[in-house]
C-alpha cells in the first residue's frame, strides 16, 4: 500500500502537514510520499517513490490571489501507469479547497479531470473555471522568470 503525504512547505501555516491520503493495490508499491514546495510564485505538487521524486504538477498563485493555475504535470516514465498522477490531481484538488483557491486547468490531465468530474469537484467544495489567455501569459512569464530567460 503507497500513501501520498502532503506538506505545504513555505505556504500559510494553516495548510501544513494537510494529512495522508491512501491508494490501495494500484502498483505504487511503498515508500511514495509528496507534498507542495513552494519556490516564489511558481511551485509544484510533487510525488516521491523511496526518496526520489518522481513526478510533479507545476502551478502558480497569481498576484490577485484566490486562485492556483495548474499549468504541468509529469511523472518519470519508469512510474507511469502506477497512479502517481491521479494522486497529484487528487492532493491538489482537496488542497485548493481545504485553501479556497479556485482551480485555473491549464494542464491538459487537470482540464480533463475537471470536465469529466467537475460535478463532484464543485459539490466537495471546490472552483474552477476556464484559463484565459491572460492565464497562459502569466504562466509564460513566471517560468521564463524561473528558467532566468528574459521576461517579454
Not at 493495490?25 to 523511496?50: I, K, L, N, P, Q
Not at 479556497?100 to 494542464?107: A, E, G, S, T
Not at 482540464?111 to 492565464?135: I, M, Q, S, Y
Request: include cysteine.
Amino acid at each position: 500500500m503507497g500513501a501520498l503525504a502532503a506538506d505545504r512547505a513555505g505556504a500559510d501555516p494553516s495548510h501544513r502537514g494537510v494529512g495522508r491520503l491512501r491508494e490501495a493495490d494500484r502498483g505504487v508499491g511503498g515508500g511514495v510520499s509528496g507534498g507542495a514546495a513552494r519556490v516564489e510564485r511558481v511551485s509544484a505538487y510533487t510525488v516521491s517513490v523511496a526518496g526520489a521524486r518522481v513526478g510533479r504538477a507545476d502551478f502558480v498563485d497569481p498576484p490577485h490571489g484566490g486562485e492556483r493555475i495548474i499549468f504541468h504535470t509529469e511523472v518519470d516514465p519508469q512510474f507511469r501507469g502506477r497512479g502517481l498522477a491521479r494522486l497529484l490531481v487528487r492532493e491538489a484538488l482537496a488542497d485548493s479547497i481545504r485553501a479556497r483557491l479556485v482551480v485555473v486547468p491549464v494542464c491538459p490531465l487537470f482540464a480533463r479531470h475537471l470536465k469529466e468530474h467537475g460535478d463532484e469537484f464543485v459539490a466537495d467544495g471546490g472552483r474552477f473555471r476556464r484559463p484565459t489567455p491572460a492565464d497562459l501569459a502569466l504562466v509564460g512569464r513566471e517560468v521564463a522568470d524561473r528558467r532566468g530567460r528574459p521576461v517579454v
